[in-house]
């Protein structure tokens, strides 16, 4: 087993939340598990070649478990709807050690944190962070109806630095764009849920500096691939050019050409595929990197970017 892979116990499976589950993993001989920054998440690889990105939910500070938390997908492709109808405690799941696309700003005078429906994963994690470094923080989790509100004790316990708004209580949605208007200037933004949440988000924090605004998207960002055309993929390590027709990702031309490139999500989110470029420049797709590493063009996500150049060269 490589070292970045875990084989962990399933210790506990509690209910989180109407269709959310915590599902709790530690070493089965007791070991101390690799440490974790708050907006860490770990792969789960399920039966039939499913691997999941699930965000830890439980205290950085601890060195015993894994808690993911586990929303049942409606349109589930077969991993949520595993965990919730199949796995059980006793089970061995391979897992990968914690990787971190969502890290927090250690620095940030106030954090905001805005959460929808099970994407209070990471937020849980944070919000332990903050607390145990006293720092100032607060959460609006914003869920459609009470029921679904996970970790509703935990939460309930911080009092009015939590702001839960349930839609069907409500009668309608959240006003975001008064909530982050009425924000001050040296916030730390941190989004987690469903896509309308974070279109919108992204809307309202356009005062903000890039730099303190951050987003963990569960799906991927719409991808307009109309009008894509070929380019030429240069490969420094194995002395290799190849074309990538416009209806290919630069993934499956390696694939097709027996490179191998770690990946899991294949839809930009993950950042498990992320590889160094060395010339040309990337047209990036993904969901996952900053706007500064975007701006940076040394590295791409191979899954779903493309090139603006003729040609790209890869550090494979
Ligand atoms: S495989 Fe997940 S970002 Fe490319």
Redesign the pocket.
Known sequence: MSVDRLNLRVERILPAARDALVVELRDPAGAALPPFAAGAHIELHLPDGLVRQYSLCNDPGERDRYQVGVGLAADSRGGSRYVHQHLKVGDTLTVTAPRNNFPLHEEAEEYVFFAGGIGITPILAMIHWCEANQRPWRLFYLVRSRERAAFREVLAAHGDKVLLHADEDAGGFFDIAAAIAALPAHSHLYTCGPTPLMLAVEAAAARFPEEQVHFEWFTPKAIESQGDRPFTLRLAKSDKCLEVPADKSI?EVLELNGVKVE????????????TRVLAGIPEHR?S?LSAAEKARNDTI????SRALSETLELDL
């Open positions: 993934l990946h899991s999500c294949r839809e930009g989110t993950c950042a498990s595929c992320e993904d996952v996500i191979v899954c779903v």
